[in-house]
């Protein structure tokens, strides 16, 4: 399969070039030319993630190098589990749980496979491969964690010190071997033009190649459309109805892959996003006009994304905002939502939710009713609540277990350097 970039003007590429490269040389996103089509039926009985994921890679690959080895792949990054629990008897609302992985939140899954087909990609290259992140909290930790080890491959992560919370810093800083953890004294947008400096710099090019693994790389869309996959088969197999998901949503990459999954023939009904205050899509849909603007922090940091790229990707299948309106619905949540529905669904059946996948559970709740009974509602839970332990534990009184992956983080030693927000720190320490 070939791949093009969203604003046309780049020649198309295969699976593995468009992994490598990121973003398209004229600044696009890269998305399929075709859409493969998949029948019910021809998807396998067995339920298993890899399983599942190997026909979508084997499509995505075809014509391209890493198609022989889509088995290895997926059993490399498909390696925790993503299970759809339920929340009443009458199965009408499940939860979708993608925090099973290494560091407790959804983005594992992209970092985890893009780590599997890049390890693949670059094997036998000479060059050292030096994947910089920068990161205002969850991105970097799943990244550092997906590479961690791999060989070949080096990682830099760059966080603005100070700025992001103490359980996220520990999960920046506990890697060591091929990862360094850079503490920059500035902002996450100083660290965001800290990186783009460092692809203009002729010097950090010398000792290695150089690559990023941001949210709008291909490689992460099509690990999160196969749990779409997944849960919408065990879903309709079920009950014979398709599911409905409510994602909670910022940059836009989970939900593009819950669309594409639909795209592909998977029986998926409904998808609601819920936005937190950052209302940029919300907005859109409702007024007809895209207003990109700075983002809002809130509690549900994550999704603080006032402009999100991966809009690029649904436009492009759904030019204006009448058509994607037809396609998908988004509601913007408040912290004081965000709070309220935390404290309250503790307190009603002892759920506890991290601020995002709060956002869906409160989407849920202002559907009326008789929309509720008639669907089979997913709500898509991004991150473990213990991930957010600062935020959740005062609202619910009482502290929050921390799972074995996580606890496994907390348990090994930090390290971390602090550089001043200049690409002459940058080059510094990575000449080291
Ligand atoms: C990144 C993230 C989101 C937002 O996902 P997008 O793909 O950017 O829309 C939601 N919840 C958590 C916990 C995240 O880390």
Redesign the pocket.
Same mark, same amino acid.
């Given at each position: 399969m070939r791949f093009a970039s969203t604003r046309g003007a780049s020649p198309d590429v295969g699976f593995s070039a468009a992994l490598v490269q990121g973003l398209a040389p004229d600044g696009g996103l890269y998305v399929p030319q075709q859409w493969p089509q998949f029948a019910l039926d021809a998807w396998p009985a067995a339920a298993a993630l890899p399983a599942l994921a190997e026909p979508l890679l084997q499509r995505f690959a075809e014509g391209d190098a890493l198609v022989a080895q889509a088995a290895d792949i997926v059993g490399d990054a498909f390696n925790f589990p993503a299970p759809l629990v339920p929340l009443d008897e009458t199965g009408h609302l499940s939860v979708l749980e993608l925090f099973h992985g290494p560091t407790a939140?959804?983005?594992d899954f992209g970092a985890r496979f893009l780590a599997a087909c890049m390890t693949r990609i670059r094997s036998g290259n000479p060059k050292v491969l030096r994947i910089l992140v920068a990161t205002s909290g969850? /991105?970097g930790g799943a990244v550092a964690a997906a590479f961690h080890r791999r060989p070949g491959i080096e990682v830099v992560v760059l966080f603005p010190k100070g700025l992001v919370s103490p359980t996220q810093e520990r999960q920046l800083t506990c890697w060591g071997d091929n990862v360094t953890s850079l503490a920059v004294r500035g902002t996450f947008d100083d660290c965001q033009r800290l990186v783009k400096q460092a692809f203009l710099d002729p010097e950090l090019q010398i000792t290695a190649e150089l690559s990023s693994a941001n949210?709008i790389n291909l490689g992460r869309l099509l690990p999160q459309a196969a749990y779409y996959v997944a849960t919408s088969l065990a879903v309709w197999r079920k009950h014979g109805q398709k599911a409905s998901f409510i994602?909670?949503?910022?940059?836009?990459?989970?939900?593009v892959a819950c669309l594409w999954a639909r795209q592909m023939g998977l029986p998926i009904g409904d998808i609601v996003l819920a936005h937190n205050a950052n209302r940029t899509l919300p907005d859109y849909l409702q007024s007809g006009l895209l207003q990109p603007r700075p983002s809002i922090a809130t509690l $549900?940091s $994550?999704?603080d994304?006032g402009n999100?790229s991966?809009l690029e990707r649904m436009s492009h299948l759904y030019p204006d905002a009448t058509q994607l309106g037809q396609q998908l619905e988004a509601v913007s949540i408040s912290d004081a939502q965000i709070s309220a529905r935390i404290i309250s669904d503790f307190a009603a059946r002892g759920q506890i939710w991290?601020p995002?996948t709060a956002t869906a559970a409160e989407a849920y709740e202002q559907m009326p009713a008789g929309r509720r009974a008639n669907g089979r509602w997913v709500l898509v839970a /991004?991150?473990h609540p213990a991930k957010f332990r600062e935020i959740v534990e005062p609202l619910i009184g009482q502290a929050v277990t921390i799972p074995e992956n996580l606890q496994r983080l907390f348990e090994l030693p930090t390290q971390c350097t602090e550089i001043a927000a200049t690409l002459d720190a940058l080059r510094e320490v990575i000449a080291r």
């Open positions: 939140a959804f983005k969850d /991105t949210s994602i909670p949503s910022g940059n836009l990459g989970n939900s $549900a $994550a999704m994304v999100p991966n991290c995002h /991004t991150a």
